[in-house]
């Protein structure tokens, strides 16, 4: 093979390869601020509790989360598009709140869609947090908190920087944005997410 030749194969191998990349995710046009540190590679999981894709997703996220590098930091951020999804967002912080989220986070998936728990209701978050030996008036203190309230505000504002319309989506370093439609499969999500890591580590 001739070194124009072989020049060529690998133009045309680079542009085959580049659109498949283009297609996993989008690109803002200003990077959102960030909640980790400056040396971290931020990636933000954007879901809502009733949403079935995400609860499909948060397995294989978690088992993703466990094979990066120190440098990776994955962040929740519960989509809060109307009341009822604002009304699950608030039971994700309380549980934060209270440092319970590795023990209830999926367990919460888990009651939604496996278990069908109708939590819609304030009594019915009660009732779930019960589980982990939270009192009643705890979690309806914890629900309008000062707190809950001003992490909800900041995470609505997020939402809207990363001009977001559905769920589940990944959005890393604050600035490229990956869902379903994008990439294709929710495996291939993750895969997107990866690679996108590699190419930020070379800019660093």
Same mark, same amino acid.
């Given at each position: 093979?001739?070194?124009?030749?072989?020049?060529?194969?690998?133009?045309?191998? /680079?542009? =085959?390869?580049?659109? +498949?990349?283009?297609?996993?995710?989008?690109?803002?046009?200003?990077? +959102? $601020?960030?909640?980790?540190?400056?040396? *971290? #590679?931020?990636?933000?999981?954007?879901?809502?509790?009733?949403?079935?894709?995400?609860?499909?997703?948060? $397995?294989?996220?978690?088992?993703?989360?466990? *094979?990066?590098? &120190?440098?990776?930091?994955?962040?929740?951020?519960?989509?809060?598009?109307?009341?009822?999804?604002?009304?699950?967002?608030?039971?994700?912080? =309380?549980?934060?709140?209270?440092?319970?989220?590795?023990? +209830?986070?999926?367990?919460?998936?888990? +009651?939604?869609?496996?278990? !069908?728990?109708?939590? /819609? /209701?304030?009594? &019915?978050?009660?009732?779930?947090?019960?589980?982990?030996?939270?009192?009643?008036?705890?979690v309806n203190q914890l629900y309008t908190s000062f707190?809950?309230? /001003?992490?909800?505000?900041?995470? #609505?504002?997020?939402? !809207?920087?990363?001009?977001?319309?559905?769920?589940?989506?990944?959005?890393i370093d604050g600035q490229y944005v990956i869902d379903?439609?994008?990439?294709?499969?929710?495996?291939?999500?993750l895969k997107v997410a990866e690679q996108l890591i590699?190419?930020?580590? !070379?800019?660093?």
């Amino acid at each position: 093979m001739t070194n124009t030749l072989r020049g060529l194969v690998l133009l045309l191998v /680079s542009f =085959i390869a580049l659109p +498949a990349m283009a297609q996993g995710y989008t690109t803002l046009n200003e990077r +959102a $601020p960030l909640q980790v540190a400056a040396e *971290k #590679i931020e990636v933000a999981a954007v879901f809502s509790y009733t949403c079935p894709y995400c609860y499909q997703l948060e $397995p294989l996220l978690q088992t993703w989360m466990l *094979k990066q590098q &120190a440098d990776v930091q994955v962040v929740h951020l519960p989509a809060a598009f109307n009341k009822q999804w604002e009304h699950l967002a608030r039971a994700y912080y =309380i549980m934060d709140a209270l440092n319970l989220t590795q023990q +209830a986070h999926l367990p919460l998936f888990n +009651a939604i869609h496996q278990e !069908k728990t109708n939590l /819609s /209701s304030q009594r &019915a978050l009660e009732v779930f947090f019960e589980r982990y030996g939270v009192k009643k008036d705890q979690v309806n203190q914890l629900y309008t908190s000062f707190g809950v309230e /001003s992490r909800l505000r900041q995470d #609505i504002a997020r939402l !809207k920087t990363y001009r977001l319309t559905g769920v589940p989506a990944l959005v890393i370093d604050g600035q490229y944005v990956i869902d379903g439609n994008s990439a294709g499969s929710l495996e291939n999500m993750l895969k997107v997410a990866e690679q996108l890591i590699i190419e930020i580590r !070379k800019t660093r």
